[in-house]
């Protein structure tokens, strides 16, 4: 059973700077990619940054770009989010997800997800 667990949520000034951490586990075999989503009150679900495992190509929403870093260490099964300059606007519940392959693109089709770390920025 594949099991996601997210951490380093919190409440920062604005300006300020998080680092979400997702240790993923369970099926055994290598993720196609994985990335990390947010969703605040009243808003849909925002793909927030991705990263294929193979290849570590990167993709990032417009709103984060230059401020937000995703990365992994595949030895510890672990999947980064590094938030810089954080802004009132980024407050929201930050959920990692991973895709094992199947129809569709990365994080389109049958995609595990954690339950989610809350990141709160002040102004």
């Known amino acids: 059973q594949v099991r996601l667990v997210e951490s380093g949520g919190g409440s920062v000034q604005a300006g300020g700077s998080l680092r979400l951490s997702c240790v993923l586990s369970g099926y055994g075999y290598s993720t196609y990619c994985m990335g990390w989503f947010r969703q605040s009150p009243g808003k849909e679900r925002e793909r927030v940054a991705l990263i294929y495992t193979d290849v570590t190509m990167t993709n990032y929403a417009d709103s984060v770009k230059g401020r937000f870093t995703i990365s992994q260490d595949n030895s510890k099964n672990t999947l980064y989010l590094q938030m810089n300059d954080l802004k009132p606007e980024d407050t929201a519940m930050y959920y990692c997800?991973?895709?094992?392959?199947?129809?569709?693109?990365?994080?389109?089709?049958?995609?595990?997800w954690g339950q989610g770390t809350q990141v709160t920025v002040s102004s």
């Open positions: 997800a991973a895709d094992y392959g199947g129809p569709g693109g990365c994080l389109e089709g049958n995609i595990y």
